[in-house]
């Protein structure tokens, strides 16, 4: 029989990883008799949720066994996540959901809604209960919401794949120790069949997170293979306790729609939206850019925030005429701003022509006047030609902003952004993959 598993919020600041939870489980399961249809999913959710400050991502194990050791694999998971999960943490409210057999649509369109918007537990709960899944919550259970997303999600169309290394215990909360050399050698030799590993604007290497979670490096790319050999050319100066290969809608931009008009724009909800700008960009306090699109229905701001580099530079170039379109999450108004597009990527369209006034040559010697006030005509500093017909000139200047499309850098990117080395990779359609059978070996070592 099928057997889909979903895992949510089961981590805190403070330590833990959905993630780690799901690669304890790929052995745990394997051991009692499981093998697996597809890759461990990592879905992640709409990152601009309210309640939600940190990665978003679900999980999911789809599993293939024998109908009777579902009891048993089951109480393997509940066992596992008691076992992991941070249950001392406010913020934390693990869920875990079954579903056997093949995934219903309806639920499938929930996953939808809530990587693009916002979705609620009851409607979780009442899905649960239509297609005779199972669902556990623990303290006020939120996780359910990201355990069903995550069973819904199968990755149909584009997607992109994690292997994630895990540290053994006594090394977690201390400094990752992983050559950073190794990385940018690794990152030139895959080329595009992996990204987002190094930020070559700052020579930061982004495959390392911070804080005392279990995960040493994630490494994204195209393909299973790809991961698993950047894996392998990745020094690490530390052991490794177990890695496991993810599959996954990161980089995909999967949580961005287009907005039929700028008027229909809801916060929380990302979006892309085009229109003209405006009013000129301007440089807030913290280095921030804000400028103004609009279209028919009407007007919204856009922020292009101070870390992300050559986002940010091309915004602060915009101006008023060109037509663009704007990626990003939604803030919703405060009593200090109005509803703002947090913009991840800005394509300009079209630019409109960048015109100044000039004040006229001197006829006689070529030098520029200057104006004696309105009305009163130009003279001459040089040679004291003095002339009141002599009209200001409109000149166009050559813009500084190129059309195309201009990505945060991938130091800020969100983990849903897609980056610009990924556009023209983009998958269609499912590999054959699912309802096949993985073999442990190759999604999951420790
Ligand atoms: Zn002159």
Redo the contacts with the bound molecule.
Sequence with gaps: MKLHIGLDDTDSPHGGCTTYIAALLVEKLHKLGASFSDYPGLVRLNPNVPWKTRGNGALCLRIICEEHLQEDLKECVIRTVEEHADFSYKGTDPGIVFLPGDVPSEIEEFAKRAIIGLVEKDEALSLIKKYNAEALGFKRGRGIIGGLAAIGEQLKSDYTYELIAYRTSENRGTPRRINASSVIEMDRKLGQLVFSNVDYETGRILITPRGPDPVLYGIRGETAEAVRLGHELVVSEEPIERWVIFRTNQGTDAHLRRAVSISEVKPYSPVIVSGEVSENPRVIKGGHVIFKVRDETGEIDCAAYEPTGALREAAKKLTRGDFVEVYGGVRPASPANPMTINAEKIRVLRLAPLRVCQNPL?P????R?KSMGRGKGFE?K????HSRSLRKIVIEKERQLKLGLYVTSPRSQRHLTKPLSRYGQEKRGISNHIDGIIPYEKISSC
């Design positions: 001197c006689l010697c070529g030098k006047t001459c040089k040679c004291g030609f």
